[in-house]
């Protein structure tokens, strides 16, 4: 049930990350959530968004190197303890987080945990036995 992420990588200098914001919006790439994270020389902006094997593509044609991996995204009550208790569960079971990010759904009831983690079968399967929804690419797509 994993969800498709795209990873673009783009140079840590000034007007670059507004380039490709730009070329996104010409393309009518409708995003459902993003993360950036810098080091000194480029950026990963990682994000979810409609349609993903056919923006690597236009991507690519644009010059930018991006890559499409599974992640998991869960529905959390979005509440104070509500990402402690998926951590948690993960955790207990050995599992390593390599990186999350999360962005409220619009009820403000829940919020979506995008989490990636080495073994994505695995960690779903703990984490619907132990109760944590699970979405999927359908229903990132109708957020």
């Given at each position: 049930?994993?969800?498709?992420?795209?990873?673009?990588?783009?140079?840590?200098?000034?007007?670059?990350?507004?380039?490709?914001?730009?070329?996104?919006?010409?393309n009518h790439v409708d995003m459902r959530?993003l993360s950036l994270a810098d080091s000194?020389?480029?950026?990963?902006?990682?994000?979810?968004?409609?349609?993903?094997?056919?923006?690597?593509?236009?991507?690519?044609?644009?010059?930018?190197?991006?890559?499409?991996?599974?992640?998991?995204?869960?529905?959390?009550?979005?509440?104070?303890?509500?990402?402690?208790?998926?951590?948690?569960?993960?955790?207990?079971?050995?599992?390593?987080?390599?990186?999350?990010?999360?962005?409220?759904?619009?009820?403000?009831?829940?919020?979506?945990?995008?989490?990636?983690?080495?073994?994505?079968?695995?960690?779903?399967?703990?984490?619907?036995?132990?109760?944590?929804?699970?979405?999927?690419?359908?229903?990132?797509?109708?957020?």
């Amino acid at each position: 049930m994993a969800v498709k992420q795209i990873s673009i990588f783009v140079d840590n200098t000034p007007g670059k990350l507004s380039k490709l914001t730009a070329f996104l919006a010409e393309n009518h790439v409708d995003m459902r959530a993003l993360s950036l994270a810098d080091s000194a020389d480029y950026g990963i902006f990682r994000m979810l968004a409609i349609h993903s094997e056919e923006l690597t593509s236009k991507l690519l044609e644009e010059g930018y190197l991006s890559k499409v991996n599974p992640v998991i995204a869960v529905s959390v009550d979005d509440t104070p303890g509500g990402l402690a208790k998926v951590v948690s569960i993960l955790g207990e079971n050995r599992i390593n987080i390599e990186y999350l990010y999360a962005f409220v759904l619009d009820s403000a009831k829940n919020a979506c945990v995008v989490i990636r983690v080495a073994d994505n079968d695995r960690a779903e399967k703990i984490l619907a036995e132990n109760g944590v929804k699970l979405l999927s690419e359908k229903d990132i797509e109708s957020i």
